[in-house]
């Protein structure tokens, strides 16, 4: 089977002034469905610019990004947007929600901006915010929640085009341990049982056990060893 992200010969280099810094190096990775790949490594070793580049937001200096096999640079910008939308899911270390938004009109953004009712959009938003055990919250805005219950509309957010693939930055870093466990259930979750491809970054070990497959990128390569998390 044909995997949902497919990276092959990226590299990214960095300029400013005459600094150079090469973020990804002759880089090769694959993600098949219902993996959970956990992106580990030291801060600058490019875990952040490995999921800009997979997510179709930061373009390679050279080689192919493939998601469900469309190269994500062979078409125009406006179609990537639109490809984004429909196929991949974001979540970030500070949530990136909508301060005036509610959590539902948060979580149905992706789809109002896609062209859906909003009717259609909202009732597929509860839904989610349902099961991310956020359903007696749906009218708050985000300056009402606490960053656990945050973290959880970003990651219903990510879900409501039903991505193929996931892309976490360190998406358990600003939260204690409790809401950690259920946001990382959670992204469990979506490759286990939703059969997405999810590729998390972290620092945390324990955020890093619940994956299927650890890369430990040192920079811009993955290290040798990679290691299968049961085999830890
Ligand atoms: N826009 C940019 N311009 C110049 N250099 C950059 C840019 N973005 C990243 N870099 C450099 O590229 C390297 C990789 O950065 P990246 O953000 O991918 O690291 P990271 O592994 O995510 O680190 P952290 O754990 O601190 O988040 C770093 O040396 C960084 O300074
Ligand atoms: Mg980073």
Redesign the pocket.
């Known amino acids: 089977m044909e995997p949902v992200l497919q990276l092959a010969g990226v590299n990214k280099t ?1 300029r ?1 002034g005459d600094e150079q ?1 090469r ?1 990804l190096v002759d880089f090769d990775f694959d993600v098949s469905a219902g993996e959970f790949v956990v992106v580990t ?10 999921l800009h580049i997979a997510g179709g937001l930061d373009a390679p200096d050279t080689g192919v990004v493939s998601v469900n096999g469309q190269d994500v640079w062979s078409v125009s910008a406006g179609a990537r947007a639109a490809f984004r939308r429909r196929n991949l899911g974001f979540v970030f270390q500070f949530f990136n929600l909508v301060p005036m938004l509610t959590a539902v009109q948060n979580v149905s953004l992706p789809l109002v901006l896609d062209g859906t009712a909003a009717r259609v959009a909202d009732a597929r938003a509860e839904a989610l915010l349902e099961r991310v055990g956020l359903g007696d919250r749906t009218g708050h805005r985000p300056a009402e929640l606490s960053g656990g219950q945050m973290q959880r509309v970003a990651v219903a957010r990510a879900l409501v085009a039903g991505p193929s693939l996931i892309l976490a930055d ?1 998406p358990t870093g600003n939260l204690d341990s409790h809401s950690s466990a259920e946001v990382l259930d959670l992204l469990r979750s979506l490759s286990d049982e939703d059969g997405a491809a999810v590729v998390m ?1 972290t ?1 945390d070990r324990t955020a890093a056990s619940y994956g299927s497959r650890e890369v430990h ?1 040192v920079d811009g390569h993955a290290r040798a060893d990679d290691v299968a998390a049961g085999e830890r």
């Open positions: 960095y400013i810094t973020a490594g030291p801060s600058g070793a490019g875990k952040s610019t490995l360190e970054v620092h990128l």
